[in-house]
T-cell receptor
């Protein structure tokens, strides 16, 4: 079956611009999470979505936002880009459902979108 | 923020040898997972061990978990060149906070 698909693979943006990244989860996975990976901070949790609802958000400013559609596809948006937003952005989907006792599932990650802000 | 630390940060061994990586974490967990990442690409899920389990095997992988010491280890036996990658442990606290990752161990297998 198809894996997690992230588009685009690479992006170069200028400071102050905004960007939208897309993620298509594995069919049947309703949980979608986003992570930011940088050499300095490592892998950091951005958001988790389940059934079109944001369940939680990591310690990131309001410039970072996201949403999930009825088909479980998700997008994240970063507005007013800063140089420090340059990173690999990873999306992951899972069968995991917090609060429903179905927690012991791993995550399938996409290949990521590498964003460079210049 | 990072949950814990992997040890060592980098490890270089000969092909065929065993590789052991350790992970420590700080808070209570529902499960702990190990992932592999090749050259800045996406992460690949390797194995999940629940908080009430002490040891788990999958092929050449063996994972242990000691919740009293808040630590885990990943053993890769009979290493191959294709095992060269970064390995991350990640904890699942059971809520909606996603996974909390360590900084990773970079493993190099010398042919």
């Amino acid at each position: 079956k198809a894996g997690v698909t992230q588009t685009p693979r690479y992006l170069i943006k200028t400071r102050g611009q905004q960007v939208t990244l897309s993620c298509s989860p594995i069919s049947g996975h309703r949980s979608v999470s986003w992570y930011q990976q940088t050499p300095g901070q490592g892998l950091q949790f951005l958001f988790e979505y389940f059934s079109e609802t944001q369940r939680n958000k990591g310690n990131f400013p309001g410039r970072f936002s996201g949403r999930q559609f009825s088909n479980s596809r998700s997008e994240m948006n970063v507005s007013t880009l800063e140089l420090g937003d340059s990173a690999l952005y990873l999306c992951a989907s899972s069968l995991r459902q917090a609060g429903r006792g179905t927690l012991n599932y791993g995550y399938t990650f996409g290949s990521g979108t590498r964003l460079t802000v210049v | 923020s990072q949950q814990g630390e992997e040890d060592p940060q980098a490890l270089s061994i000969q092909e065929g040898e065993n590789a052991t990586m350790n992970c420590s974490y700080k808070t209570s967990i529902n499960n702990l997972q190990w992932y592999r990442q090749n050259s800045g690409r996406g992460l690949v899920h390797l194995i999940l061990i629940r908080s009430n389990e002490r040891e788990k095997h999958s092929g050449r992988l063996r994972v242990t978990l000691d919740t009293s010491k808040k630590s885990s280890s990943l053993l890769i036996t009979a290493s191959r060149a294709a095992d060269t990658a970064s390995y991350f442990c990640a904890t699942d606290g059971g809520g909606a906070d996603g996974l909390t990752f360590g900084k990773g161990t970079h493993l190099i297998i010398q042919p």
